[in-house]
């Protein structure tokens, strides 16, 4: 796999500097659910009782999804992901990208992504601030909290 160095970023943030391009995305998908911006990682859920709260693993870190343009970005308490990524009503596809390899003392939130992400199918959005992201497989899906914007 390629390695990727990215620096986590603050509200001001830094947007990925590659684009990654996935011939499997289609280039000319409109979007119809608002997910661009900053998402805290509050439930990765595979079924009643196999579930991760990434800030129960790794209390006081940030583990998020930034969606930017055509382009997602993943910070768990050790390694990123990134990758492309294009929606059509409720529907996404994440595009296959790079991923970092680090070896970390706590790796739980990193293999429940690495195990979810491929089947990830839809997305629902709640007033602005709750996403949804669907597996293709019944009862898998991840909760994400939107992060709030600074102010100047």
Request: glycine share 6%.
């Amino acid at each position: 796999m390629a390695f990727v160095a990215i620096v986590a970023t603050s509200c001001t943030g830094n947007k990925i500097g590659n684009h990654i391009a996935d011939e499997n995305i289609p280039q000319d998908v409109t979007a119809y659910a608002d997910i661009k911006g900053q998402w805290n990682m509050e439930n990765i859920v595979f079924n009643d009782s196999d579930y991760v709260r990434p800030s129960e693993e790794v209390p006081g870190v940030s583990q998020y999804i930034e969606f930017e343009d055509s382009t997602y970005f993943i910070q768990t308490n050790c390694n990123t992901f990134s990758g492309a990524y294009a929606i059509k009503g409720d529907s996404i596809m994440l595009g296959d990208g790079a991923m970092t390899e680090m070896a970390c003392d706590n790796m739980t939130t990193e293999d429940a992504i690495r195990r979810i992400l491929p089947n990830i199918a839809t997305v629902y959005v709640e007033n602005d601030s709750i996403a949804r992201l669907d597996s293709r497989n019944p009862s898998e899906y991840i909760v994400l909290k939107k992060v709030s914007s600074c102010s100047d």
